[in-house]
C-alpha cells in the first residue's frame, strides 16, 4: 500500500495500461483512504480521475529506486469478478503488452521484453490477495528496468499494481518492492470495503 538512489524516467512511470485521464480537484467532504505505511517508502496522496470510471490510484517511492502504483478503477464494466483469472483482467492484460508494444514502436523504450507470466499470492506464501502478474524487462536511454503488472478484481473493480525498477547488486530480487507487497497484500485482504471507496479524500500528484 526515502530517497531514490537511482532515478526512473518519468516516461517509464506514465506507462499505465488502460488508465489515463484527468485527476479531479479534492472534496473535503470526501472520506479518506488509509493505505498502509511502509517501512523504507514515501506514500503519496490519493489522486481521483476523471471520468469516475478511470477511479483512483496511489503512489509509493522507495529509498532505493523503486516506484510501485496502486490503481483502482472498472472502465465503467459492471460484474467484474474478483480474483485475477477472469476473462476481464486477461483482457486488461493484453491491453498492458499492447501498450508497451506501441511504446516500443514509437522509440520510447530501445527494448522491451516479457519474460514471464504467472499467477501468484501479492505477499508470501500465507498471504490471501491473489494477483495475475506480467513482468517485463525495459531498456531505455541505455538503462534496463524491471517492470511488474499485477491485475486482479475486488468487488466489482480491477485493482492494478506498477512497480518498476532498476537493477540493483541482487539483479531482480528487491526485499523493499517485496516487504511492500506484503503489506499491501494484508491491506487489501482485510479492508477491502474502505480500500475500494470510490470517494477518496484527494490531495497532491499520483506518480504516474
Known sequence: MKKALILISVCLLCLVPGVSGQPENGDENQAAIDFPEVE??????????????????????SNIGGIVTVYV??????GIPDGP???????????????????????????????????RKLGSETGMFMVAQLDV?????????YSEILMTGLEGKFVKIRATRAPGIEGLENKAIFNLYEALDSFFSGKKDEFLKNRAKVSGTAIR
Open 40 to 61: 523504507g517508502w514515501i506514500k503519496g496522496e490519493v489522486k481521483k480521475y476523471s471520468p469516475a470510471e478511470l477511479g483512483y490510484s496511489i503512489g509509493y517511492r
Open 73 to 78: 478503477y472498472d472502465k465503467g464494466l459492471k
Open 85 to 119: 483469472y477472469s476473462n476481464q483482467v486477461s483482457t486488461e492484460i493484453i491491453t498492458a503488452k499492447n501498450e508497451i508494444r506501441s511504446l516500443l514502436e514509437r522509440g520510447v523504450y530501445g527494448a522491451a521484453r516479457f519474460t514471464k507470466f504467472q499467477y
Open 137 to 145: 524487462e525495459l531498456v531505455r536511454e541505455g538503462r534496463t528496468y
